[in-house]
């Protein structure tokens, strides 16, 4: 009897891990760079999750709420109407003035959103960086995302303005989900590129608003494209946010140039070549954040 329980006892095998969860291997990149971009598509819950808690952060315990994201582009666009349209006299391509602004001020106002936000997002979630595994674009696709609300709410004041100074639009109108991914392209792009500088040299964040004011009067938000010099350009064609404004303007107002065409061509392939730079650069270099934190 003894014999028989030694047996029982010497059959026990410790127990197995289960073999059928799912696990992760965080491996080292292998080559130059290994872009792995599916792997976001795995992480779409994540990006959706920090994009809504950055908008539910953002407007908590304020009194206006999400009104600011239609009082800010309101208020600029009547400043400059009183200075750039009325004092300046600024063309406004047959258009009233302030609708003019207004429709080159929306699209610029995402821009600079998206982008600050995105070249910002990773010292903000830091402590995440150090915490737990993810892939690291997850933080300035979901910062890029916030801003899109803001855009839509502040649509409504546009179409307002349409409505009372008579213009309709045309089936330009089609093109105005491209123009908005095309701008998110573009913001995501410089974002990555001004983030990851900003890991290593922390002076960049505060360069980041300082290029954004640069970029401003850079690009056609209080003016027609059609004032720049025609020696400049090829060179002004190279600013993506000129394009997205022109292209914004084109579809809501049938505002085309001769110049439009071009200078939308121009920021279509510079927004291209600078969101695939920025996500090379960006995974080239994440693998030391934690340790820059």
């Not at 491209?178 to 922390?202: H, N, P, Q, S």
């Not at 064609?237 to 292209?247: K, M, R, S, V, Y």
């Not at 996500?279 to 693998?287: L, S, T």
């Amino acid at each position: 009897m003894e014999k028989d329980k030694s047996k029982v006892r010497s059959s026990v095998s410790p127990q197995e891990p289960n073999t059928h969860q799912p696990r992760r291997i965080i491996q080292p990149q292998t080559g130059w760079v290994c872009l792995n971009l599916p792997e976001l598509v795995e992480y779409r819950e994540l990006i959706w999750l920090l994009a809504w808690r950055d908008v539910s952060s953002r407007y908590k315990q304020t009194a206006v709420g999400i009104a600011w994201a239609v009082i800010q582009p309101f208020v600029l666009m009547v400043v400059f109407t009183v200075f750039f349209g009325n004092m300046a006299k600024i063309p406004s391509e047959g258009v009233p003035y302030p609708i003019f602004n207004y429709a080159g001020m929306l699209p610029w106002q995402y821009f600079f959103s998206a982008m600050v936000n995105s070249s910002n997002s990773l010292l903000a979630n830091s402590p995440l960086l150090t915490k737990v595994y993810f892939p690291r674009l997850v933080i300035p696709c979901a910062a890029t995302l916030p801003p899109l609300i803001d855009f839509g709410i502040s649509s409504i004041i546009l179409v307002g303005m349409m409505i009372y100074f008579g213009i309709a639009p045309g089936l330009g109108l089609l093109w105005i989900p491209a123009l908005v991914l095309l701008a998110f392209t573009t913001a995501l792009g410089a974002g990555l590129w001004l983030g990851a500088l900003g890991m290593l040299y922390r002076d960049v964040h505060h360069l980041v608003p300082f290029i954004a004011q640069v970029l401003m009067f850079a690009s056609p938000v209080v003016y027609p494209s059609t004032l720049v010099p025609e020696k400049w350009r090829a060179l002004y064609g190279l600013n993506p946010a000129a394009g997205i404004i022109e292209g914004f303007r084109w579809s809501l107002l049938s505002i085309h140039s001769p110049q439009s065409t071009a200078i939308i061509c121009s920021s279509v392939a510079v927004s291209l070549i600078l969101l695939l730079s920025g996500i090379i650069y960006f995974r080239q270099v994440e693998k030391d954040f934690a340790d820059l934190v």
